[in-house]
C-alpha cells in the first residue's frame, strides 16, 4: 500500500487482479496515514473478498461502499456493546457520552443508543443519556464543555476520543477536579495511550491488540469478566462511586386544577406575588412566550413543606403544552417495526430530564409508572360523574302533584257518593226533614240533593256548612265518618304539598358509572373526560367499557375547566373525572352534583425521574405528613373549606314563589270568572222568566176578560 490511494489502486489491478486472485488480506500499522480503502474499493469493483487483519474504522462497516470487506477484528464502535454490559454490572442508569464528531464517534453514540433500547427493556435499569457532549478532533480546550458536564447529575462520562483529544480532556478535567473521587471516566482503546490518563480511569482493550498473527488464530467469543474487589476508583477510593450527584436546587413544575393550584396572572402594575403565593411562570410552546404567573393552593403547600422537611430548593412553572400527559406511539428509526412512547405535557418533561419533580394532582398508574417514579399518595382518591342537577319545572297545577290522577278522581267521586246516599238517607228516613213538623204545623224545608252535595264541600274544605244538614241519624253517622274521611285527606294533603314543593330536592339524573344510559350508545346523553389524562387511560384499559369510551373519544376536553363549565351551561350530561376535583365543585356550585358511587379508585403522587435521588426521601416525608396530621390540615384549609354552604343550602327550605303557586291563583281566577258567567246566566235567565211570567199574567187576564165577555152574553 501507498499513502497514495491511486497509486494503491493501481498497485491491487497491476500485481493482483491481473494475476486473478481470489482473497486479498490487508493489513496496516494501527497508527499511520496507510488505510485499505482503496484496496478495499478497488477489490469491490471486481468481487473479489478482502480481509481486514487490522482495521477498525467504521467506515468499513458500509457494506453499500465496502462491498466485499471482512475483518478478523471488531470495529471501535463495537465498544458499546461492552459499555452498556458495564453499567448494567455496576448499575449505573444516567450517563454522559463524550464523542467526537468524526464517523467513528457518531457510529458508537448511535450504537449506543440503538443497542439500549433493543436489549434494555427494563427501563428501571437501562442506561439513559443525561447529556452528549461532541467536539471536534484536534482539541485545543475542552473546559467549556466541562463546565456545562458539572452542572448535570450523572457523574459517569463515557468517552470515545483520540489519544491526542484524550490528553486535552484529561488535562483540562483535572484543572477542574472531574478526576478524582465521585467521578467514573469510562474510555475506549485509543483515550488509554494518553500520557496523563489519570488514576481509576475504566478502559478497554482488544486482547492481542498489536498482534496480527493472534488475531488470526483466535476463535473464541469474547465475555466480559469485572473482578470488583480489584478496581481502584479515582481518588484512590476501592468503593464504588454513586456516579451522580443530588442537586439541591430543582425544577418543579405544576399544572392549574382546583382546589390543588390556583393560578393567577399577574397584572401589568404587579410586580410580585401575594404573601401566599409562589411565582409559576408560563412558557408556552406554541408561540413560545413567556408569562408570569402566581400559583398558591394544596401542591404549593406541599411542595413548600417537602422542601423544608428534606432540604432543596426549587424554581416552580407550569405545564408548558397545560396538560398532565400523554404518550404517542412512533416508530424507531433503526428500520424494524417496533415502536416507542414518546410523551407530551408535564410526563413528558419530566421523562425529558428537563424537569426534576412534579407537585400536582398526578395520578398513579401503570403507564405512567413505566416511565417515571412515584412516591406515596399524599391524596387517595377515585373516579366519579359530574352532572348539573335535574331542574323540577314548576306547572300551573304544581299544587296538585301531592296526589296522583287517580287519588284525585277517587276523592272527587266519593263526595258526590257521599252527597247522595245522605240525601237518600235522610229522603227516606223517618227522622228526616220531611217526617218532622215545625211546632207551628208548618213543614221544615227538606234536605234536597243540592244541599246534601254543599254539605259534602264544606266538611271536606272545612269552610263551614250553614243550613241543610242532614236531620236522621243514620246520615248524622255518615256524616262524621265523612268528616274524620276529610281530616285524614286534608293534613296528607298538607303535609305532602309541603315536602313536595319546600324540602324535597331532586338528586341526580345518573346512578353511576353501570347506569344504562351512560352504557348504551344509543342513548342521546353526552358524556366526556380530559384527552390524554389518567381517567382517559382507565377507560382505555377496561374491556367492559370499551363500548362507552368509543363513544366519549369524541367528545372529550381538553382541560377540566372547560368541561365543568359546559356542565354548568348544560352543554354536556356527564363529566367523568377525579373525584377530588368534582366534589369540591359540587360543594362550592350547589347546582352540581355527583352521581353514583367511587371506580377506579387510585392516588395523588409526587412524580419524580426514573431513578431520582429524591424519591425515598420524597416519600418518607409524604409518610410522616400523613402520621403528623400535615394532611389532614391542608384537606381542611383548601378542600373542605367552605363546602358547608351547599348542605346548609340543602336544609334551609325553599321559599315559595308565584311558579309554585301560580295554579292556585289561576284556579281563584277561574273561579271568579266562572262566578261572573254564571250570575250572567243567571239574571239573564231571571229576565227570560220575567218576560214570560208577564206574557202568561197578559194571556191569562185576557183569557178571563174573554171568558167573562163571553158569560156576560
Same mark, same amino acid.
Given at each position: 500500500?501507498?499513502?497514495?490511494?491511486?497509486?494503491?489502486? +493501481?498497485?491491487?489491478? =497491476?500485481?493482483?487482479?491481473?494475476?486473478?486472485?481470489?482473497?486479498?488480506?490487508?493489513?496496516?500499522?494501527?497508527?499511520?496515514?496507510?488505510?485499505?480503502?482503496? &484496496?478495499?474499493?478497488?477489490?469491490?469493483?471486481?468481487?473479489?473478498?478482502?480481509?481486514?487483519?487490522?482495521? *477498525?474504522? /467504521?467506515?468499513?462497516?458500509?457494506?453499500?461502499?465496502?462491498?466485499?470487506?471482512?475483518?478478523?477484528?471488531?470495529?471501535?464502535?463495537?465498544?458499546?456493546? &461492552?459499555?452498556?454490559?458495564?453499567?448494567?454490572?455496576?448499575?449505573?442508569?444516567?450517563?454522559?457520552?463524550?464523542?467526537?464528531?468524526?464517523?467513528?464517534?457518531?457510529?458508537?453514540?448511535?450504537?449506543?443508543?440503538?443497542? $439500549?433500547?433493543?436489549?434494555?427493556? %427494563?427501563?428501571? &435499569?437501562?442506561?439513559?443519556?443525561?447529556?452528549?457532549?461532541?467536539?471536534?478532533?484536534?482539541?485545543?480546550?475542552?473546559?467549556?464543555?466541562?463546565?456545562?458536564? =458539572?452542572?448535570?447529575?450523572?457523574?459517569?462520562?463515557?468517552?470515545?476520543?483520540?489519544?491526542? %483529544?484524550?490528553?486535552?480532556?484529561?488535562?483540562?478535567?483535572?484543572?477542574?477536579?472531574?478526576?478524582? /473521587?465521585?467521578?467514573?471516566?469510562?474510555?475506549?482503546?485509543?483515550?488509554?495511550?494518553?500520557?496523563?490518563?489519570?488514576?481509576?480511569?475504566?478502559?478497554?482493550?482488544?486482547?492481542?491488540?498489536? $498482534?496480527?498473527?493472534?488475531?488470526?488464530?483466535?476463535?473464541?467469543?469474547?465475555?466480559?469478566?469485572?473482578?470488583?474487589?480489584?478496581?481502584?476508583?479515582?481518588?484512590?477510593?476501592?468503593? @464504588?462511586?454513586?456516579?451522580?450527584?443530588?442537586?439541591?436546587?430543582?425544577?418543579?413544575?405544576?399544572?392549574?386544577?382546583?382546589?390543588?393550584?390556583?393560578?393567577?396572572?399577574?397584572?401589568? !402594575?404587579?410586580?410580585?406575588?401575594?404573601?401566599?403565593?409562589?411565582?409559576?411562570?408560563?412558557?408556552?410552546?406554541?408561540?413560545?412566550?413567556?408569562?408570569?404567573?402566581?400559583?398558591?393552593?394544596?401542591?404549593?403547600?406541599?411542595?413548600?413543606? +417537602? $422542601?423544608? *422537611?428534606?432540604?432543596?430548593?426549587?424554581?416552580?412553572?407550569?405545564?408548558?403544552?397545560?396538560?398532565?400527559?400523554?404518550?404517542?406511539? @412512533?416508530?424507531?428509526?433503526?428500520?424494524?417495526?417496533?415502536?416507542?412512547?414518546?410523551?407530551?405535557?408535564?410526563?413528558?418533561?419530566?421523562?425529558?430530564?428537563?424537569?426534576?419533580?412534579?407537585?400536582?394532582?398526578?395520578?398513579?398508574?401503570?403507564?405512567?409508572?413505566?416511565?417515571?417514579?412515584?412516591?406515596?399518595?399524599?391524596?387517595?382518591?377515585?373516579?366519579?360523574?359530574?352532572?348539573?342537577?335535574?331542574?323540577?319545572?314548576?306547572?300551573?297545577?304544581?299544587?296538585?302533584?301531592?296526589?296522583?290522577?287517580? +287519588?284525585?278522581?277517587?276523592?272527587?267521586?266519593?263526595?258526590?257518593?257521599?252527597?247522595?246516599?245522605?240525601?237518600?238517607?235522610?229522603?227516606?228516613?223517618?227522622?228526616?226533614?220531611?217526617?218532622?213538623?215545625?211546632?207551628?204545623?208548618?213543614?221544615?224545608?227538606?234536605?234536597?240533593?243540592?244541599?246534601?252535595?254543599?254539605?259534602?264541600?264544606?266538611?271536606?274544605?272545612?269552610?263551614?256548612?250553614?243550613?241543610?244538614?242532614?236531620?236522621?241519624?243514620?246520615?248524622?253517622?255518615?256524616?262524621?265518618?265523612?268528616?274524620?274521611?276529610?281530616?285524614?285527606?286534608?293534613?296528607?294533603?298538607?303535609?305532602?304539598?309541603?315536602?313536595?314543593?319546600?324540602?324535597?330536592?331532586?338528586?341526580?339524573? +345518573?346512578?353511576?358509572?353501570?347506569? /344504562?344510559?351512560?352504557?348504551?350508545?344509543? !342513548?342521546?346523553?353526552?358524556?366526556?373526560?380530559?384527552?390524554?389524562?389518567?381517567?382517559?387511560?382507565?377507560?382505555?384499559?377496561?374491556?367492559?367499557?370499551?363500548?362507552?369510551?368509543?363513544?366519549?373519544?369524541?367528545?372529550?376536553?381538553?382541560?377540566? !375547566?372547560?368541561?365543568?363549565?359546559?356542565?354548568?351551561?348544560?352543554?354536556?350530561?356527564?363529566?367523568?373525572?377525579?373525584?377530588?376535583?368534582?366534589?369540591?365543585?359540587?360543594?362550592?356550585?350547589?347546582?352540581?352534583?355527583?352521581?353514583?358511587?367511587?371506580?377506579?379508585?387510585?392516588?395523588?403522587?409526587?412524580?419524580?425521574?426514573?431513578?431520582?435521588?429524591?424519591?425515598?426521601?420524597?416519600?418518607?416525608?409524604?409518610?410522616?405528613?400523613?402520621?403528623?396530621?400535615?394532611?389532614?390540615?391542608?384537606?381542611?384549609?383548601?378542600?373542605?373549606?367552605?363546602?358547608?354552604?351547599?348542605?346548609?343550602?340543602?336544609?334551609?327550605?325553599?321559599?315559595?314563589?308565584?311558579?309554585?303557586?301560580?295554579?292556585?291563583?289561576?284556579?281563584?281566577? /277561574?273561579?271568579?270568572?266562572?262566578?261572573?258567567?254564571?250570575?250572567?246566566?243567571?239574571?239573564?235567565?231571571?229576565?227570560?222568566?220575567?218576560?214570560?211570567?208577564?206574557?202568561?199574567?197578559?194571556?191569562?187576564?185576557?183569557?178571563?176578560?174573554?171568558?167573562?165577555?163571553?158569560?156576560?152574553?
Amino acid at each position: 500500500m501507498d499513502r497514495n490511494p491511486i497509486k494503491t489502486a +493501481l498497485n491491487v489491478c =497491476k500485481h493482483l487482479i491481473s494475476h486473478r486472485v481470489y482473497v486479498v488480506v490487508v493489513s496496516h500499522e494501527q497508527s499511520g496515514d496507510l488505510s485499505p480503502a482503496a &484496496v478495499s474499493y478497488t477489490s469491490g469493483f471486481y468481487q473479489i473478498p478482502v480481509i481486514g487483519i487490522s482495521s *477498525r474504522d /467504521a467506515a468499513f462497516s458500509d457494506k453499500n461502499i465496502h462491498v466485499s470487506f471482512l475483518r478478523t477484528v471488531p470495529p471501535y464502535y463495537h465498544q458499546a456493546d &461492552v459499555w452498556l454490559e458495564m453499567l448494567s454490572h455496576f448499575g449505573y442508569t444516567k450517563v454522559i457520552i463524550i464523542h467526537s464528531s468524526d464517523t467513528d464517534g457518531r457510529a458508537i453514540l448511535g450504537r449506543f443508543q440503538t443497542t $439500549s433500547q433493543t436489549n434494555y427493556d %427494563d427501563i428501571d &435499569v437501562r442506561a439513559t443519556v443525561e447529556m452528549i457532549v461532541e467536539f471536534e478532533p484536534k482539541l485545543e480546550s475542552f473546559t467549556e464543555h466541562l463546565l456545562e458536564m =458539572k452542572t448535570a447529575q450523572s457523574r459517569v462520562y463515557l468517552m470515545y476520543a483520540s489519544t491526542d %483529544d484524550a490528553y486535552v480532556i484529561f488535562r483540562d478535567a483535572a484543572e477542574l477536579n472531574m478526576t478524582k /473521587a465521585g467521578h467514573v471516566w469510562i474510555v475506549t482503546e485509543q483515550a488509554l495511550n494518553s500520557n496523563n490518563t489519570p488514576g481509576g480511569i475504566l478502559g478497554l482493550q482488544l486482547e492481542h491488540v498489536n $498482534s496480527e498473527k493472534e488475531h488470526i488464530r483466535d476463535k473464541q467469543k469474547m465475555r466480559l469478566r469485572i473482578n470488583d474487589s480489584k478496581i481502584l476508583w479515582p481518588g484512590k477510593q476501592e468503593k @464504588k462511586p454513586e456516579g451522580i450527584i443530588i442537586p439541591t436546587h430543582l425544577k418543579v413544575l405544576t399544572i392549574e386544577e382546583k382546589p390543588f393550584v390556583y393560578v393567577r396572572r399577574l397584572t401589568e !402594575e404587579e410586580t410580585a406575588c401575594e404573601p401566599d403565593e409562589i411565582p409559576c411562570p408560563h412558557f408556552n410552546i406554541t408561540d413560545g412566550a413567556s408569562y408570569d404567573f402566581c400559583c398558591k393552593g394544596y401542591c404549593v403547600d406541599l411542595l413548600r413543606a +417537602l $422542601s423544608l *422537611r428534606i432540604n432543596f430548593t426549587f424554581d416552580l412553572a407550569l405545564s408548558p403544552d397545560g396538560q398532565f400527559g400523554h404518550y404517542i406511539l @412512533k416508530n424507531l428509526t433503526t428500520g424494524t417495526l417496533a415502536v416507542k412512547k414518546e410523551w407530551t405535557g408535564l410526563i413528558g418533561e419530566l421523562v425529558g430530564e428537563r424537569a426534576d419533580m412534579i407537585v400536582a394532582p398526578l395520578t398513579i398508574n401503570p403507564e405512567r409508572a413505566e416511565f417515571i417514579e412515584f412516591s406515596k399518595p399524599f391524596k387517595y382518591q377515585g373516579i366519579t360523574i359530574l352532572e348539573k342537577k335535574p331542574s323540577r319545572s314548576s306547572t300551573l297545577v304544581s299544587f296538585m302533584q301531592p296526589f296522583s290522577n287517580t +287519588l284525585w278522581i277517587l276523592v272527587m267521586v266519593s263526595v258526590h257518593v257521599v252527597a247522595l246516599v245522605l240525601y237518600l238517607l235522610d229522603r227516606f228516613s223517618p227522622f228526616g226533614r220531611f217526617k218532622l213538623t215545625s211546632n207551628d204545623n208548618t213543614e221544615e224545608d227538606a234536605l234536597n240533593l243540592s244541599s246534601a252535595i254543599w254539605f259534602a264541600w264544606g266538611v271536606l274544605l272545612n269552610s263551614g256548612i250553614g243550613e241543610g244538614t242532614p236531620r236522621s241519624f243514620s246520615a248524622r253517622v255518615l256524616g262524621m265518618v265523612w268528616a274524620g274521611f276529610a281530616m285524614i285527606i286534608v293534613a296528607s294533603y298538607t303535609a305532602n304539598l309541603a315536602a313536595f314543593l319546600v324540602l324535597e330536592r331532586p338528586k341526580t339524573k +345518573l346512578s353511576g358509572i353501570n347506569d /344504562a344510559r351512560l352504557r348504551n350508545t344509543m !342513548e342521546n346523553l353526552t358524556c366526556a373526560t380530559v384527552k390524554g389524562s389518567a381517567v382517559d387511560m382507565y377507560f382505555r384499559r377496561q374491556v367492559e367499557l370499551s363500548n362507552m369510551y368509543r363513544t366519549m373519544e369524541a367528545n372529550n376536553y381538553a382541560t377540566a !375547566e372547560e368541561a365543568i363549565q359546559d356542565v354548568k351551561n348544560g352543554k354536556l350530561m356527564a363529566f367523568i373525572w377525579d373525584s377530588s376535583r368534582l366534589e369540591y365543585e359540587a360543594a362550592r356550585d350547589c347546582e352540581l352534583v355527583t352521581a353514583g358511587e367511587l371506580f377506579g379508585r387510585s392516588g395523588y403522587g409526587i412524580g419524580l425521574q426514573k431513578g431520582s435521588p429524591w424519591s425515598d426521601a420524597v416519600t418518607l416525608a409524604i409518610l410522616e405528613f400523613h402520621e403528623s396530621g400535615f394532611m389532614e390540615s391542608l384537606d381542611k384549609s383548601w378542600i373542605f373549606h367552605g363546602n358547608m354552604q351547599c348542605e346548609q343550602f340543602e336544609k334551609t327550605p325553599n321559599t315559595l314563589g308565584l311558579k309554585n303557586m301560580a295554579g292556585v291563583f289561576i284556579l281563584v281566577a /277561574a273561579g271568579i270568572v266562572g262566578g261572573i258567567g254564571l250570575i250572567i246566566i243567571e239574571v239573564v235567565y231571571k229576565k227570560h222568566q220575567i218576560k214570560k211570567q208577564k206574557r202568561m199574567e197578559i194571556a191569562r187576564h185576557a183569557a178571563d176578560k174573554w171568558r167573562g165577555t163571553i158569560e156576560v152574553s
